[in-house]
Antibody, heavy 121, light 109 residues
Framework: QVQVVESGGGVVQPGRSLRLSCAASGFSFSDYGMHWVRQAPGKGLEWVALIFFDGSIKYYGDSVKGRFTISRDNSKNTVYLQMSSLRADDTAVYYC??????????????WGQGTLVNVSS | QSVLTQPPSASGAPGQRVTISCSGSSSNIGTNTVNWYQQLPGTAPKLLIYSNNQRPSGVPDRFSGSKSGTSASLAISGLQSEDEADYYCAAWDDSLNGVFGGGTKLTVL
């Protein structure tokens, strides 16, 4: 069965860096675009980043552009989110999700359980 | 402030039909397809509707979506207690960003 599992969250000081991982299984990972979406405590969903199936194209939300980098290793069925210059307003649950119906369509059919990033001094 | 505008709340009695609106612009809903997500408390979002009006396998036909111009809507008929959740619309924007609505909290009376 399809599974997406995030890891790497935790407490980090403002200005520091953190790398999230998302391990996928149960499908042909290299055929799918993958997204990161975050949700601050008590708030709505915010799109963070997209990486195409082969890693050739990457897009970022305005609030993370220049600070976050999405990447993938298709040999390990894993997508990453490298986060730098972290700020308090980056505190959120970060979800990894597979894009199924179209390219850059935001139709995300499988989501992980999320990993909490808490930026605090 | 979300790019897509949804009402913060909606409600209905069991068995009733409710609709949730989502308003965007020519750069997102006007030119790209709309998706809808359901998020139960403490869980990850679940895809309910994709490509404006398509249901993934396993989603009951009580849920339906539509789009007209720069607006979209989600309709839930035969409302059930387990439908109580947060609902989000989402679409790609031509500025090369994904955009979500602010979410609508549905209460089943």
């Amino acid at each position: 069965q399809v599974q997406v599992v995030e890891s790497g969250g935790g407490v980090v000081q403002p200005g520091r860096s953190l790398r999230l991982s998302c391990a996928a299984s149960g499908f042909s990972f290299s055929d799918y675009g993958m997204h990161w979406v975050r949700q601050a405590p008590g708030k709505g969903l915010e799109w963070v980043a997209l990486i195409f199936f082969d890693g050739s194209i990457k897009y970022y939300g305005d609030s993370v552009k220049g600070r976050f980098t999405i990447s993938r290793d298709n040999s390990k069925n894993t997508v990453y989110l490298q986060m730098s210059s972290l700020r308090a307003d980056d505190t959120a649950v970060y979800y990894c999700a597979r894009e199924e119906y179209g390219v850059a369509s935001l139709s995300l059919d499988y989501w992980g359980q999320g990993t909490l990033v808490n930026v605090s001094s | 402030q979300s790019v897509l505008t949804q009402p913060p709340s909606a409600s209905g009695a069991p068995g009733q039909r409710v609709t949730i609106s989502c308003s965007g612009s020519s750069s997102n809903i006007g030119t790209n397809t709309v998706n809808w997500y359901q998020q139960l408390p403490g869980t990850a979002p679940k895809l309910l509707i994709y490509s404006n009006n398509q249901r993934p396998s396993g989603v009951p036909d009580r849920f339906s979506g539509s789009k007209s111009g720069t607006s979209a809507s989600l309709a839930i008929s035969g409302l059930q207690s387990e439908d109580e959740a947060d609902y989000y619309c989402a679409a790609w924007d031509d500025s090369l960003n994904g955009v979500f609505g602010g979410g609508t909290k549905l209460t089943v009376l």
